[in-house]
């Protein structure tokens, strides 16, 4: 499962939709076209593309702490307390994180799972401080044992970082260590989720992206993230399953710098894609119908 921060089903709008301007040929080369509110549903023989309700019943604009928390535990969290809440979950959904987030029903199921991501050691050294302000995805690992991936993991190609090539890593906090095409970092996260029974990637720069935050590196980060999403996608196994999903839009509008009201982009491919894609409507669809695979 790639979960990418922040991503919409947005306008055709060469100027501020970065999948239009730039062009994305993981859409282009799979399905034909760019997906945007006039064609939300795209489809090939082995994949598809659909939106996902990100809103829930709460009119208001989504927000990340409870997107993600109705996205790894199956719950709607912004029903749950009555609105949308971010970037970190609500004090009142930490209790729900611990009990229903995916990790822990996979370990329940005594099935293997991995969290690809690795973490400087500045976040180690936050969370050893006490402070517990964390995603939904690093939170539910903490709460539930799974291991937090460190450079030494990068160094050992058993991880990778949230940029995926380690560009930000070597440049701006200057670790030694190599920046990696994207495709070498899809080959790594197939092998590791040959071994594994869920294996779970998240990218979050495109939120921040959105939010006008870093802004010169868009066409880059594009680029990139299209590159590992289009060689995951061409070399997918027949017997594995790749789920792409989002909480919220945001990228997809560089017009303004807030979240959007648009759906949320989901993909699905390989095996079960097309039961994924007609089971899912919206982010609290997206654990138990993973979890229906397994059943």
Request: hydrophobic share 40%; proline share 5%; glycine share 8%.
């Amino acid at each position: 499962m790639i979960f990418i921060d922040g991503v919409g089903i947005g306008k055709e709008d060469y100027e501020y939709n970065p999948f239009f301007k730039f062009g994305f040929k993981t859409f282009t080369e799979n399905f034909g076209s760019i997906p945007n509110l006039d064609n939300q549903w795209l489809s090939n023989s082995d994949g598809f593309l659909f939106p996902v309700d990100a809103r829930m019943g709460i009119p208001e604009i989504p927000l990340s702490g409870t997107g993600q928390t109705s996205i790894f535990c199956g719950v709607n969290a912004p029903m749950i307390i009555g609105k949308h809440f971010g970037p970190y979950p609500y004090s009142t959904l930490i209790p729900i994180i611990k009990e229903k987030n995916i990790f822990k029903e996979f370990k329940k199921r005594r099935k293997k799972v991995t969290f690809v991501n690795a973490y400087p050691k500045v976040f180690f050294d936050y969370v050893n401080s006490g402070r517990r302000r964390l995603s939904v995805t690093t939170l539910s690992c903490i709460l539930t044992g799974i291991r937090l991936n460190k450079i030494s993991d990068l160094h050992r190609g058993r991880a990778l970082s949230a940029e995926i090539d380690n560009r930000r890593l070597v440049e701006r906090m200057n670790y030694k260590l190599p920046i990696i095409q994207p495709e070498m970092a899809a080959n790594r996260i197939l092998r590791i989720g040959s071994i594994n029974h869920f294996t779970l990637f998240e990218i979050f720069h495109t939120d921040h992206l959105g939010h006008g935050r870093n802004i010169d590196w868009l066409e880059y980060t594009t680029g990139v993230l299209d590159r590992f999403l289009l060689h995951l996608t061409k070399n997918l196994s027949s017997n594995m399953t790749l789920i792409v999903c989002s909480d919220h839009g945001n990228f997809e509008d560089l017009s303004i710098k807030m979240h959007t009201l648009n759906p949320a982009l989901g993909m699905a491919f390989g095996k079960n894609s097309s039961i994924l894609a007609k089971r899912i409507k919206n982010l609290a669809d997206i654990k138990p119908a993973i979890m229906e695979m397994y059943d």
